[in-house]
């Protein structure tokens, strides 16, 4: 039987890349920056199975270049806005992804950039590092306060509810406004005017796609009250950048700490970086090695399961298998 052609876009953790190798030969790509969109085109021309990360455009244009034979496509990643789902649908090409394993680590991740928000650490260290720290004073730095305050969670997934629950050990009431979601860990369900109305901190949790993009917009902004602290470790995308250099420049809010950005890597001149009260760190929401490791597998374990036309174990169009045929992909 001839070995499956794979190529997978970055050296990944060894968990899912010795899972991989146990099992076939890939190409890997072996540095970081990930390939440009010619580079990925040209390795990818032919394969079987396709491992990639948040940082390649899998779109239809990709998926026909690479060929007929493609039978999976595996994101190490929970998100997949960098895939096109429904064109890999139409081709019965399944896509996977890593969900549940980042869950904790991103949740962590948005506690402590609300923390750092807040108690404004970076900017304090930046205070400190550049010789202005004089005295002890009264009123120096001043942040905002946890207990007694309100948590307005948009997107009650997994990660949303994660961050309630961590919300409840800093004393804190809990609102959250998404569709369907049951409520959990004290959290109230709310609409979303009311939601930014009540809230000193709003942490951002739906993934990106044509209704959420810039779902952070002006508007928005105007509702949230002036104390309020913003966090974002969704995706860029879901926020619109000038509405919120704009909102932060005239202190209609306090501050805002991004995980993510749009583009990513944020380009150095970006007018956000000038502000003192705006926290941006790269994209480190899944950044722990344990939750790295995990990733790796997951996806891993996705691409193997798809290049022997098993059903993939985290699956995000699962409708390929309700298909007539027999084996996705071919
Ligand atoms: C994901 O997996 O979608 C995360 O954004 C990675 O940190």
Same mark, same amino acid.
């Given at each position: ?6 190529? #997978?876009?970055? #050296? ?15 190409? &890997? ?36 270049? #690479? ?179 704009? &909102? ?12 993510? &950005? ?69």
């Amino acid at each position: 039987m001839t070995q499956p052609n794979i190529f #997978i876009t970055r #050296i990944i953790p060894d968990p899912g890349l010795l899972l991989v190798k146990e099992h076939y030969f890939p190409d &890997t790509w072996p540095h970081d920056p990930p390939p440009t969109r010619e580079q990925l085109i040209e390795r990818s021309r032919g394969v079987d199975g396709l491992l990639c990360l948040l940082t390649e455009r899998v779109d239809a244009q990709l998926m026909d270049s #690479i060929g007929p034979q493609l039978k999976v496509i595996s994101s190490m990643s929970v998100g997949v806005d960098h895939i096109d789902v429904a064109a890999a649908t139409a081709r019965g090409i399944p896509v996977g992804n890593t969900p549940g394993v980042l869950t904790d680590a991103t949740a962590d991740q948005a506690f402590a950039l609300m923390l750092s928000a807040a108690r404004r650490i970076t900017e304090a260290e930046r205070f400190l590092r550049a010789g202005k720290w004089v005295t002890w004073s009264p009123s120096l730095l001043l942040g905002a306060d946890f207990a007694g305050a309100t948590l307005g969670i948009l997107g009650f997934g997994r990660i949303g509810q994660a961050v309630a629950k961590r919300a409840r050990g800093f004393d804190m009431r809990v609102l959250y406004h998404s569709p369907n979601a049951q409520p959990m860990y004290d959290a109230q369900s709310t609409d979303l005017d009311t939601l930014l109305r009540e809230s000193d901190f709003v942490s951002i949790h739906v993934p990106l796609n044509p209704k959420t993009r810039h779902l952070v917009n002006a508007e928005f902004l105007s509702k949230m009250k002036s104390n309020a602290v913003l966090v974002n470790t969704s995706r860029g995308g879901v926020l619109d950048q000038t509405a919120l250099y704009d &909102t932060l420049k005239s202190n209609r809010i306090f501050a805002a700490a991004l995980d993510v &950005t749009d583009p990513e890597p944020l380009p150095m001149d970006c007018p956000l970086l000038e502000l003192e009260n705006c926290l941006i760190v790269p994209h480190l929401g899944s950044a722990s090695k344990k939750t790295r490791d995990m990733m790796s597998l997951l996806a891993a374990q996705n691409l193997v399961a798809g290049l022997k036309g098993e059903r993939l174990p985290n699956c995000v169009n699962p409708e390929v298998y309700d298909r007539t045929q027999t084996s996705p992909g071919v």
